[in-house]
């Protein structure tokens, strides 16, 4: 798993930039202080804002948010899922439903929903 500073490293280098660059943006006097953020675990809320302000990317790429959410689409099963509920007003309704339910009760409204499947198929 990537730590915040391998996270800094990485969108430093892709931006083709060097330490050095990256230390007078941040106002820091010596690369040495860019190379230590490279390799911090944590950082203070307000540093990973400096860091982003001056690498020009939002603080959730730097925080490994974007790739957390963008995860579950890389499965191909779970990218239709995802698509046919974007998509399907009713399937939403049933999602946003299903949250206040009892167990059972989701257990008897998908039995029902098999039910019909089966009725259908006939």
């Given at each position: 798993m990537k730590t915040i500073g391998d996270r800094i490293?990485?969108?430093?280098?892709?931006?083709?930039m060097t330490q050095d660059e990256l230390a007078k943006r941040l106002n820091y006097a010596h690369r040495s202080a860019v190379n230590k953020l490279e390799h911090k675990?944590?950082?203070?809320t307000d540093k990973v804002q400096l860091v982003a302000d001056a690498l020009g990317v939002p603080v959730s790429r730097l925080m490994g948010w974007e790739d957390e959410e963008n995860e579950y689409?890389?499965?191909?099963?779970t990218s239709d899922l995802a698509q046919?509920?974007?998509n399907n007003d009713q399937l939403?309704?049933?999602?946003?439903?299903q949250s206040d339910?009892?167990?059972e009760d989701l257990d008897a409204i998908y039995?029902?929903?098999?039910?019909?499947k089966r009725k259908?198929?006939?």
């Open positions: 490293r990485e969108e430093r280098e892709n931006q083709g675990t944590k950082l203070t689409y890389k499965n191909a099963e046919r509920i974007k939403k309704a049933l999602l946003a439903i339910m009892e167990p039995k029902m929903a098999i039910a019909l259908a198929k006939q």
